[in-house]
């Protein structure tokens, strides 16, 4: 079965056309386009425009990499939430678009779920603790009694925003981490920042405001480090402890910010001393992106999740442990 997953809950559209064979995932086209606004943050509105103009393109890149024709399309998934209301809607008018000319059946995917689900099918790992970092989540995720539980997130900002809106403040384009993480490659002295570990849960917007206060008197590497490092234990602290409790001997990283290279040595450096398992899958299905959501929605048709379109109503907050996971 092939389906197309589109993905456009905030800054990126993209199509994956992912292929399932068995538990085999073939991936056979990602592709992508990433809206980076010229001063400030993420238009919501913005960011929906772009989405529309960059849509047709992409379908066209696509369907042109897989080397199918679009009419071999079985399925068609969307990201029905959670992310940017506008963004959303402009996604779901694709897919329903698609899928009543295709005639084919459609299905919303939680985008949050997508990103473990692509890492478990590419990575082989079975049942992971999900570090999810990316722009605006940061969630620790494991699979309990047939749902996604949240065991730990931010109770602010996201990590990826935190790093965004630091770079927006010294100078950085959007998206500031691979700035960030170059910079932090050249720091040579660990400043003391607050370290928020709250239970399972951490906090972001404190450490920002003490970081952008440093930029004063100290030198910019050393404050990049000193911000990766302090976030980056962090989130390897509540990953952890969540192991921990959880009994899972399986760490997955997932979202923009797990390409760090230093927050995937942090992070298997605290699986190696646990003896568990470590597991990325290349950065290209780590963004938001296409495929995780058409591999998603491919696992969700075979246990009869498919939807009418009257159920594909966007979902701004959907929470990870709304889904019902019938497939697992
Ligand atoms: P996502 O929302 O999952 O697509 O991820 C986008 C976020 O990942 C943005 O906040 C980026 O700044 C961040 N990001 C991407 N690459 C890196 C990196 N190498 N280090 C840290 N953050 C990164
Ligand atoms: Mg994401």
Sequence with gaps: M?????????????????????????ILANVFHMYK?????????????????????????????SNIHIKEIDLIAFSIGPGLGPCLRTTATAGRTLSLLLKKPIVGVN?????????????????????????????????????YRVFGETLDIGIGNCLDKFGREVGIKFPAGPEIERIALRGKKYIQLPYSVKGMDVSFSGILTASLLLTKKEDIE??????????????????????????????????????????????????????AKFFCPPDEFLVDNGAMIAWTGLIMKESGMEMSIDETKVRQNYRTDEVDVKWR
């Design 2 to 26: 092939i389906c197309l997953g589109i993905e456009g809950t905030a800054h990126t559209i993209g199509i994956g056309i992912v292929e399932k064979e068995g538990d085999n995932c073939k």
């Design 37 to 65: 606004p010229d001063k400030g943050g993420i238009h919501p509105r913005e960011s929906a425009n772009h989405h529309t103009k960059y849509f047709p393109k992409i379908l066209e890149e696509s369907i042109e990499k």
């Design 111 to 147: 985008h949050c779920i997508s990103h473990l689900e692509i890492g478990r099918a590419l990575t082989k790992c079975s049942d992971p603790v999900l570090l999810y970092v990316s722009g605006g989540n940061t969630q620790v995720i494991a699979f309990m009694d047939g749902k």
């Design 222 to 275: 050393d404050i990049c480090y000193s911000l990766q490092e302090t976030c980056f234990c962090m989130l390897a602290e509540v990953a952890e402890r969540a192991m921990a409790h959880t009994e899972k001997e399986e760490i997955l990283l997932g979202g923009g910010v797990a390409c760090n290279k230093r927050l995937q040595e942090i992070v298997k450096i605290m699986a190696e001393e646990r003896k």
